[in-house]
Structures are given as structure tokens and as C-alpha cells.
């Protein structure tokens, strides 16, 4: 039988990411692909006395409950984002399966076929696809190490009344940049100038590997709640399995979502919840985010080393001030969708940057992970990867 | 600031019966309102054991998995599918987050806006949420206790085209009926004929009360996987807060699915899947249905007896042979809604049967649940009912 489907599925794509995922995790492959947490250190201990206790609290907690969340996790999350400023009220707060359903409900609420979203380029490849399936037109803005350039973001706006600008201003996947201070301020004055609602997507915000140095958070800067859409997860440092992820923002938006969500699936996994609201109280999360910054931090640095002892002409890249990731660019000789296929022989993986981009325009960048292999794998990884850069 | 939103929102409504639930949750209110199972059948021992489990079967566990689903609990949903005559690989089985997500994929990767879909008049309201949210088009089929009336629905199909008809074939909700097995052949007839998808929504279908007389799921009618796409949950014979259901039908449809839901939400949370896992191999599954079933008769014959004494002149009602629920018709003299606030106040809670039907029509009915509740409560929430229709 011939089906007819929706036009969306025309956008539809499988991630790239992913696909270069199944392969790599048949056989001895050292996988600097993926943008995975290293399970070496989720906390599984504290987890399964949460979730236990969880499940122990009374029947209730395995029942229906309500879309926007357990209104006790969703205090806490509002408690947590205070500390960094970010002032919202619990029930401005919705809880999410992952930071990756925040950003598709506030595309089904606020996207139309045709309309614009302005990002940054590259940019994260799950939201290009989520943008993709809602038929919108996404439209780069020429940026440097610093963030977005204003001119070009001003004329874009001008030019294209974009419902959305879409950024990862802390620790940007794929390119690993932080948004200098000047910048986010120039962002906000433009979206208060122009009316655009920004999404601000932060899974990373929490590993840092300079804290002092850190600029603020857009929503942290919105202090009238008007114009971020702020999301963050705890994927990256508790643990993934859990989905749990939030969206908070202007009132009106928030409360669309949760009608979107109801229909979407009815709530979010509620043993996780409360599993996640005892972990933060009886653990001592922030302890471990120092854990994982300190663990993350000389990866990075092990990373660094052998790429600058690489000796390849032509190699540069931007040094992670925390995150996950290098954002390598190669000399314009090497292809990297060819370079992979050699280096997956050669026993190393990485993601070619082309997905990451808006446009069809050749691209001579990849991404390398430091978080989820040991020391002594990202060594010999990098070993490989070397001797695979210099063969071709 | 004004917000523009996408078109879809005009079309997204809060959900009738959860507004019911906000107000009905506060004080001394017997609700029969809601479609929760009992939360002292949750077999919480079971469900802890499988949860620890499954956090401590290695790292992996909590870590980010594929998107569509844990691969030893698709074999062994397909195992019980085949248990019931559903034959479908393990690879066309995707695991979702409840069985409304199923429908919101499904959607998603089917309806354009203006596509018709044919369901039956009452459905599942929450369906019928997902379906206007996508801004189809639903046009009801003609119905009577044994299923859509043949004539009806193959006018329906020529006049429309639907791109899919919409079915709850056994134990719908809200009414409660069970198909005959002529009118599921007549559906399958019709649907092979002129080339109609069946959505056959079925999370009820392990609720029998007499499971010797049940027709065959459209599923296992389906034996070439082309017609029928099937969606089943846990959350009425397990719990609902680990928000598991699964989809399966036509290859085709579900590596689309697969696609539409790692935009939506990256993959469905992996402890509650590993968890499930654990639990039907470790826990007798089919032994606590069937206290699920003996606990639940018994509650509708409680029920049916206080109707069936309440002496209510014009007063009927669909005997459940399995399921939830009790669906009312009253006298025309009765509006539901008003009797609704009059019930709350007298302290008990039903859902009027509005919300349920395609169109707006006046409707007399209400839908009663007899699961909840315990059988005392359910006689002294009777009373009251039966007390306020004699009073109005």
C-alpha cells in the first residue's frame, strides 16, 4: 500500500550525529562523536536511593500527574536558576522529557510554515532538525568568537521579522564559544528594540571550567520576563536516562506549552521527578558539578595537548572554556565526511561539522567530544586521529 | 509585548476532564471523573525491585539510548503482542512516552492541515486534542453498540478520503463498548478496499471482564502489517507514571515516527524502559491482570447496582464488559454541566459527556469511573450522585 504523509516528513532527517553513533559503538573505536556525559561518573549510588524513595512516597507518585510538572521539582528548579540569577516563578516553570522537547513544544506554539528563526552558524543540529520539521526558514547570522555581529543581526531582523533568534550563548554546541558580555547585552537591546522572542538553550551553563569569568545568562538579563525562552536539562550532570529537562519564560508562552504538552504526552515521567527532587535534596549536586567540571577541565586540557603537538599546518581551533567540545577547523585539503570513513577504519570518531550549518556551503570543520572517553583513550584516540590527519 | 504564535494554537484547548480533576482533587469529593486506575493495586515492591535494578545493570543503562527504545523490551512487547495474535517484529515496535504520544507522533508524521480523519461519535477526547492541534478535519461515523455502522462509514469514506479512521475498538473510551467481530471485518474490509489507515488505539484491551468472548484486535486481523497502526500502554495495568506505551504497524510509518520523535524528545526515558524490562521478566505480569480484572468487576457490578436501583425514569447505560467505565445517558431534562457544579458541591465529581463527541450538538450523557475509587466510596458516591438527579 502507498501511504500519504504529511509534507513534513519531507524535512524530516535522521541526525547525523546518530547514525555516525550506531556504527561507531560496534567495535574498538575510540568515539569522540557523541555528546555524551561519561558514565564513569553519573551518580548512580545517590540515584537509586532517589528513585527508591521515590517510588516508596506513596502511591500516589506512580499515578496520572500534572502536565506542567511536580510542582516540588519545579520549585526547586526555580530555586536553582535564582542562584544564577534568573528570577522566575515555579509556576512559570515546566518540566520537560529533556531540554530537546523544550525546544520542539515552543516550536509547535510559536511556528508557522515560512516563518523565520535567525541562529547562529553553526549551531546546534537537533534544533536545525526540530526547526526544519515545523517547514520554518532558518537564517544564519555571521558571528565570531564573541557571539552574534550586530550589524548583521540588525539588518536580518530588519529584513526578516523573525519570530525567534535560537542561541547556545554558554559553551555552544557544536563550537564550544561563550558570548562575551558586550554582546548578550547588544542581543537583548535588539530583541527589546525589535520585539523577537530569543530561546536560550543552556544544557551546558553548569560545566564551566572558569566560573569567575562567566557573563550572564540571557534570561537572567530579561529581568521582566518578556523576551527569553530559557531551557536547561540535567542530562549532562546527572544522568540522561532520566529525560528531564525544563522551559521556563513569559507567562503567556509557557502556558500555550502546556496545552501543547497535554496533547504531546500528557506529562512528564513522574517517578523521575520525584526521584529528581529527592536527589536534590539529599545530595549534594553542586559538589558533583565541581566533580565533573574538574574531570571535564583535564580531559579538555589532555585534548589540547595533543592537538597542539599535532603539528598540522593549517589546524586551528577555539580552547573550551567548559562544555563538551573542540570545534576543529582543518586546513581546506581535507574532507571530513572522507577523513571520517578513514579514521573509523583507523579506530577514531568524530562528527564532521557540515550538519551543523545552515546552507550547503563545503565546510572543512569537525567536532571532537572530551567527556565520555577516559585520559588513556583520548590519548590513543588522538594518537590515531593524528596519524590519520597526517596519512591523507 | 504581543507574541505571535503559530495558527495551531487557536485549535489547542485545555483538557475538559483534567480541568474537572484540578477542582475535584480539593476536598471531600468522590471523583468517578478521572480514568486513573487504583493506586492500591500499583505493585510498588515489583516496580522498586525492577527500578534498582535496572540502575544498577550498568552505566550504560543511564546513559542516552536509541531513539526507538530499548531493544530487549521491544522484543518483549512484541512477544506479548504475538501472545495476543499480533504478529509484528521487534524493529517495527517503538517505544513511546504513553500511548498519547503515539497518537501525537502518528499525527505528526501523517496529517497535513484540512486532511479528514473518521472516528467514532463519542472518542477519546485527548485524541480528538492531538487531531485539532495538527487542524484536520474529524468527522464522526455513525455508530451504534457494535461498532460503526457500515453504511455510513463507506459514505464517509468515499465522500471524504480520509487519511486514517480512528478507532477504540474495545472498551472505548468513554463508552465503554466492545466491537463485534462482524463489524472489525467490516472495517477491514473497508479499509483494504479503499486504502484507509486504521489507527487502532487499545489501552484498555487487557481490562476483559470476560476474556472468553473477545473479538480479535484489527491488529492480528491485520496480517500483512499494511492497514492497521496499533497503540498500546502499561499505565492501566502497571502505573502510569513511568509513562511507557509502544507503537507498531506498517514499517514505513514507524521509521517515520522514529524520525518525528528524536526531534520531539530524543528517545523515551531509558530507566523506566530497562525497568519495564526487568519487571516482565522478574514479576508475574499476566497474574496481577487478572487481580486488575477481578478488582475491577467487582467495582462495575457495585456501580451498576446502585443504577440499576437509583429508579431514574429514562435513565440507561452501557453494561462495561471491560475497561473503565460507565457511560450514562440521562433523561433530556438533565444538563450535565449544570449538574456537574450541583454534584461537586454535593460531593462527588463525574465527566459530562460534551467534551467527548465531534461537534456541538446538546448531549445528555456522562461518563463514570469505577475504578478509582473503592467499593465503599463508590456506594456512598453513588448516593450522593443518585440523591442529586432526584433532586434536580
Tied chains: 1, 2.
Excluded at 111 to 129: K, R
Excluded at 197 to 204: H, L, R, S, T
Excluded at 323 to 331: A, I, N, R, S
Aim: include cysteine; proline fraction near 5%; charge should be neutral.
Amino acid at each position: 500500500m502507498k501511504y500519504g504523509f504529511a509534507d513534513r516528513v519531507r524535512y524530516f532527517d535522521s541526525s547525523a550525529v546518530r547514525d555516525i553513533l550506531k556504527v561507531v559503538n560496534k567495535g574498538d573505536v575510540i568515539s569522540f562523536a557523541g555528546g555524551l556525559p561519561d558514565e564513569g561518573l553519573f551518580p548512580v549510588d545517590a540515584v537509586e536511593k532517589a528513585f527508591s524513595k521515590a517510588i516508596r512516597s506513596g502511591n500516589k507518585a506512580l499515578q496520572y500527574a500534572e502536565t506542567e510538572g511536580v510542582m516540588a521539582l519545579r520549585k526547586q528548579l526555580a530555586g536553582r536558576m535564582s542562584k544564577k540569577g534568573i528570577q522566575r516563578k515555579a509556576k512559570d516553570v515546566l518540566v520537560t522529557s529533556g531540554s530537546q522537547q523544550a525546544i520542539d513544544l515552543f516550536s509547535r506554539v510559536m511556528f508557522n510554515p515560512g516563518d523565520v528563526i535567525l541562529t547562529e552558524n553553526p549551531t546546534y543540529l537537533a534544533a536545525l532538525q526540530v526547526f526544519a520539521s515545523y517547514e520554518t526558514q532558518v537564517i544564519p547570522v555571521d558571528s565570531d568568537v564573541d557571539g552574534m555581529i550586530e550589524s548583521d543581526l540588525e539588518e536580518k531582523i530588519k529584513q526578516h521579522h523573525p519570530k525567534c533568534i535560537y542561541v547556545v550563548p554558554t559553551f555552544s554546541n557544536p563550537d564550544g564559544k561563550v558570548w562575551s558580555q558586550a554582546r548578550r547585552d547588544m542581543l537583548m537591546k535588539l530583541a527589546e528594540r525589535y520585539h523577537v522572542v530569543i530561546m536560550e538553550d543552556d544544557p551546558y551553563g553548569d560545566i564551566q571550567f572558569d566560573p569567575a569569568s562567566m557573563p550572564k545568562s540571557l534570561a537572567a538579563m530579561d529581568t521582566s520576563n518578556q523576551y527569553v525562552v530559557y531551557t536547561s536539562t540535567i542530562s549532562k550532570t546527572v544522568v540522561p536516562a532520566m529525560r528531564i529537562g525544563w522551559i521556563t519564560g513569559p507567562h503567556q508562552i509557557i502556558r500555550l506549552i502546556a496545552q501543547a504538552k497535554q496533547a504531546a504526552d500528557l506529562h512528564t515521567n513522574s517517578i523521575s521527578q520525584h526521584a529528581l527532587s529527592h536527589l536534590l535534596n539529599d545530595y549534594d549536586l553542586d559538589q558533583h558539578i565541581e566533580t565533573i567540571r574538574e574531570t571535564y577541565k583535564g580531559r579538555m586540557e589532555i585534548m589540547k595537548r595533543r592537538l597542539d603537538n599535532a603539528n598540522i599546518e593549517g589546524l586551528t581551533y577555539l580552547e573550551p572554556k567548559g562544555g563538551m567540545f573542540f570545534w576543529v577547523t582543518l586546513p581546506e585539503r581535507y574532507d571530513p565526511q572522507a577523513l571520517l570513513e578513514i579514521a573509523v577504519a583507523a579506530g577514531v570518531a568524530f562528527v564532521p561539522g557540515q550538519p551543523f550549518y545552515v546552507g550547503s556551503k563545503k565546510r572543512h570543520t569537525l567536532r571532537l567530544n572530551f567527556t565520555n572517553a577516559t585520559p588513556d583513550l583520548i590519548e590513543e584516540g588522538m594518537d590515531r586521529l593524528v596519524k590519520v590527519l597526517k596519512s591523507v
